[in-house]
């Protein structure tokens, strides 16, 4: 009995002894330990501004608060461990205005080239596309940046000719009244064209080649001067480019001049049936200087008292003392050749 209780006495002493030595170097160790916490430094970036702050604690989030930087809904954070010294990186939210073909959008970024940026948000600048800013440019809030799409390309088109309205006296109306004689017609021109397309608008083009396909007609509006007496009732009706014949056919020429005119007829010495040019004689024919008036022109042929409307004419003939500005009017008998006689005429070019 005596030996279990020397046993049992042996033992408690043994623990506390133990208990003499673990207790003492708990509590050393826990009070050590704020002061190991203490040694936690923290270097702080936000933009060009830098802060070193100690703390005891190990969350970044609350360490920024404590060193009293103030962060946004929208901004962030990284971290990073080193010996003895923690860094925080705060990163700013940027907003970025970007027109991009012509739509404007708003973006985010937290600091990064402009190409970065670009790519980050599928959006395209190479190729067709320009960039108001060179692409390695670093980011910055309230930044507008422009990316304009540029298409060059060839293109065929037809556009309209607008008519004119041409006016004519006749003074078989009213004085003052009008009427149309020939509705006018728009015609139409084929082009081809380099065109420049910025964000599918048109900013440049540089005609190629273009043709007219068809001509505009234009529109023909007879106004009135008054009465007309019976002699002057087959007189035309002449404007500015425009000839209305009594029966109504609309003529246009392009330009006027003043010749002598004489008449001859297939009898005469030195004639035929034919001309110089091959062609039957005929009500129309005229003799000219070919040098003044080519072969093949169109005239439309009156005096210029307006008593005598020869009317329609070709250059189909000469003669020997058909010279510079006189013209020789074929007739059918030498009687109407008499009574024709020698006249100062205004010949009509046509068209």
Known sequence: MQKIIAQVTKRKNIFFYVAAVVIPVAL????????????????????????VYTTFSNDPAYVLEQAGVDLAAEDTYTTETGDGIS????????????????????????????????????????????????LNTETYDGMEVKVDCIVQMEQTYTVDIPFETKYCEDSTLPKGQEVVLVE?????????????????QITNETVISEKVVQQPVNRIVAVG??????????????????????????????????FNATAYTKTDAGCDDYTATGTKVRIGTVAVDPSVIPYGTRMFIMSNDGKYIYGIATAEDCGGAIKENRIDLYFDTTAE?????RRSCTVYFLN
Do not use: W
């Open 337 to 341: 050749c008499f009574q024709f006689g």
């Open 225 to 258: 001067t008054g009465t007309k007496t019976d002699e002057q009732s087959k007189a035309p009706a002449i404007g500015d480019g425009i000839i209305v014949t009594a029966e109504g056919e609309v003529l246009t020429y392009n330009k006027k001049a003043k």
């Open 184 to 200: 006018g017609r728009v015609g139409q021109e084929r082009k081809t064209a380099n065109v420049v397309y910025t964000n599918s």
């Open 28 to 51: 050393l160790m826990a009070m050590l330990a704020p002061t190991a916490k203490a040694h936690t430094t923290y270097v702080i970036t936000d933009g060009d501004a830098v802060k």
């Open 87 to 134: 860094e925080i990186t705060v990163q700013r939210n940027q907003t970025i205005t970007v027109d991009y073909c012509g739509q404007k959008v708003t973006v985010s970024s937290y600091g990064e080239t402009l190409q970065q940026l670009l790519s980050r948000n599928e959006m395209q600048f190479a190729g067709d596309y320009v960039v108001s800013q060179p």
